[in-house]
């Protein structure tokens, strides 16, 4: 293997996206940054803590996994979200108008909190802090690239910021700009999607109960509909149904609104005294045909968007982010493009990746199947789980995002990854 030499280069790693996973992943990198690599982040949008930040960190809520709090919290950034941070202490998952349900509890798996809730521009503005206060990280932003190319022996991107134009060569750029990605688009990485016929209208309602930090996820016959608990006793609604159900419910004046999820959800949970600003996405599973290839990863939304149904794509990401890191921080700064290097983290990551993006898939197809027998099937085997110690413990810390998983990071580890490694999913509700 041949190392260039670390001076004819522009930069050692280019991340091109300032979202939740490329931050993310350029404060995993400290350590690297630490021992002199050049990193740049890269985004078409200022990097800023304030209540106007990109379009990502908006007032749409995720659910963090506790795997993926505790990774925040080793970050540094957890701090700052905390207390606008609702924990989920108990999950419900069930079926509409039918038997069966499985509930999950977090004193019984010993943890304060199973996952949390949090706005995305409270997620946002934390890890923006935590980017602004990263000695050696350059952030190039507002800034959009233009054109990718892979010549031998690096990636050279053509940076467009303002009135000025420049190519800039790397050793590596991680691709991290969403499901529509221009990066893979540039290099000939197909996104292929798989339409769900779905749409998710999602919302903040308030309760005039209190909501004790529960999670809910009712299974309907035309998709998922999840109760996300939030601070100031509120739920983030995400309501999964077909395009042509979404078209009408777009319509509803809020008062018929209202009545008609109060109805989807019943009155067990209390009723709601407010709704908030209701917000449509269509729903589909986007995978990139390549997430590695010489000086380059694809990472996030670009590499794998996910079916909302068990709040899996940012915990996903984010464990792809943490493996691919540690894989970088073990090699020389020389060989961080290498593809045999970016093979070993895909490697790694292939299990985890495949067994989370297969129940977020198979869940809502499965739970949509119509007819008595399948109905009676899904009752029985949540039932089952329900009652079954050993089932709903392993299950509880899928939820967790605990089992297995690359090591916890710690700044001043020697960071070292077994291709061997043990990988898990989880599902945040």
Same mark, same amino acid.
């Given at each position: 293997?041949?190392?260039?030499?670390?001076?004819?280069?522009?930069?050692?790693?280019?991340?091109?996206?300032?979202?939740?996973?490329?931050?993310?992943?350029?404060?995993?990198?400290?350590?690297?940054?630490?021992?002199?690599?050049?990193?740049?982040?890269?985004?078409?949008?200022?990097?800023?803590?304030?209540?106007?930040?990109? &379009?990502?960190?908006?007032?749409?809520?995720?659910?963090?996994?506790?795997?993926?709090?505790?990774?925040?919290?080793?970050?540094?950034?957890?701090?700052?979200?905390?207390?606008?941070?609702?924990?989920?202490?108990?999950?419900?998952?069930?079926?509409?108008?039918?038997?069966?349900?499985?509930?999950?509890?977090?004193?019984?798996?010993?943890? &304060?909190?199973?996952?949390?809730?949090?706005?995305?521009?409270?997620?946002?503005?934390?890890? =923006?802090?935590?980017?602004?206060?990263?000695?050696?990280?350059?952030?190039?932003?507002?800034?959009?690239?233009?054109?990718?190319?892979?010549?031998?022996?690096?990636?050279?991107?053509?940076?467009?910021?303002?009135?000025?134009?420049?190519?800039?060569?790397?050793?590596?750029?991680?691709?991290?700009?969403?499901?529509?990605?221009?990066?893979?688009?540039?290099?000939?990485?197909?996104?292929?999607?798989?339409?769900?016929?779905? +749409?998710?209208?999602?919302?903040?309602?308030?309760?005039?109960? &209190?909501?004790?930090?529960?999670?809910?996820?009712?299974?309907?016959?035309?998709?998922?509909?999840?109760?996300?608990?939030?601070?100031?006793?509120?739920?983030?609604?995400?309501?999964?149904?077909?395009?042509?159900?979404?078209?009408?419910?777009?319509?509803?004046?809020?008062?018929?609104?209202?009545?008609?999820?109060?109805?989807?959800?019943?009155?067990?949970?209390?009723?709601?005294?407010?709704?908030?600003?209701?917000?449509?996405?269509?729903?589909?599973?986007?995978?990139? =045909?390549?997430?590695?290839?010489?000086?380059?990863?694809?990472?996030?939304?670009?590499?794998?968007?996910?079916? &909302?149904?068990?709040?899996?794509?940012?915990?996903?990401?984010?464990?792809?982010?943490?493996?691919?890191?540690?894989?970088?921080?073990?090699?020389?700064?020389? =060989?961080?493009?290498?593809? +045999?290097?970016?093979?070993?983290?895909?490697?790694?990551?292939?299990?985890?990746?495949?067994?989370?993006?297969?129940? =977020?898939?198979?869940?809502?197809?499965?739970?949509?199947?119509?007819?008595?027998?399948?109905?009676?099937?899904?009752?029985?085997?949540?039932?089952?789980?329900?009652?079954?110690?050993?089932?709903?413990?392993?299950? +509880?810390?899928?939820?967790?995002?605990?089992?297995?998983?690359?090591?916890?990071?710690?700044?001043?580890?020697?960071?070292?990854?077994?291709?061997?490694?043990?990988?898990?999913?989880?599902?945040?509700?």
């Amino acid at each position: 293997m041949t190392v260039t030499p670390h001076d004819t280069f522009d930069y050692d790693l280019v991340i091109v996206g300032g979202g939740m996973v490329g931050a993310s992943l350029a404060l995993l990198l400290k350590p690297l940054i630490h021992k002199g690599a050049k990193v740049a982040l890269v985004d078409r949008f200022p990097i800023q803590t304030s209540q106007h930040q990109q &379009p990502s960190f908006d007032d749409r809520t995720t659910a963090l996994s506790l795997g993926t709090q505790r990774l925040l919290e080793q970050l540094g950034v957890w701090q700052t979200m905390a207390a606008h941070a609702c924990p989920i202490e108990h999950i419900q998952v069930s079926q509409q108008k039918q038997f069966g349900r499985v509930r999950l509890h977090a004193h019984e798996a010993h943890v &304060p909190a199973m996952g949390y809730v949090a706005e995305n521009r409270v997620i946002g503005a934390a890890l =923006s802090a935590g980017l602004m206060s990263l000695n050696g990280l350059e952030l190039i932003a507002p800034a959009n690239i233009t054109r990718y190319q892979i010549q031998p022996g690096c990636a050279q991107l053509t940076l467009e910021q303002g009135d000025t134009t420049r190519d800039i060569r790397s050793r590596l750029v991680v691709i991290a700009d969403g499901a529509q990605s221009e990066g893979c688009a540039q290099l000939g990485i197909a996104q292929p999607k798989r339409d769900y016929e779905q +749409t998710a209208v999602v919302c903040n309602i308030s309760m005039d109960r &209190p909501h004790d930090a529960w999670a809910y996820e009712r299974f309907t016959q035309e998709g998922p509909l999840a109760l996300l608990p939030m601070t100031q006793n509120r739920f983030a609604v995400v309501w999964c149904m077909s395009n042509a159900s979404a078209e009408t419910v777009k319509a509803l004046p809020d008062d018929v609104f209202l009545a008609r999820l109060q109805q989807a959800i019943s009155y067990d949970k209390g009723r709601i005294t407010r709704v908030g600003e209701r917000h449509q996405y269509p729903l589909a599973l986007v995978q990139a =045909s390549e997430q590695v290839r010489q000086h380059v990863v694809v990472l996030g939304n670009a590499a794998h968007a996910l079916h &909302p149904v068990a709040g899996q794509g940012f915990n996903l990401a984010l464990r792809d982010t943490q493996a691919l890191a540690h894989v970088l921080m073990a090699q020389p700064i020389g =060989s961080i493009g290498d593809l +045999t290097v970016l093979a070993e983290y895909q490697a790694q990551q292939q299990r985890d990746q495949a067994l989370t993006i297969g129940l =977020s898939h198979g869940l809502p197809l499965s739970f949509t199947q119509p007819g008595a027998a399948w109905s009676v099937l899904r009752g029985v085997a949540m039932t089952v789980m329900d009652v079954a110690p050993t089932a709903k413990q392993l299950f +509880t810390r899928q939820a967790m995002g605990l089992v297995g998983g690359v090591p916890s990071w710690r700044p001043s580890q020697k960071q070292t990854v077994s291709s061997t490694q043990a990988i898990a999913t989880e599902k945040s509700v």
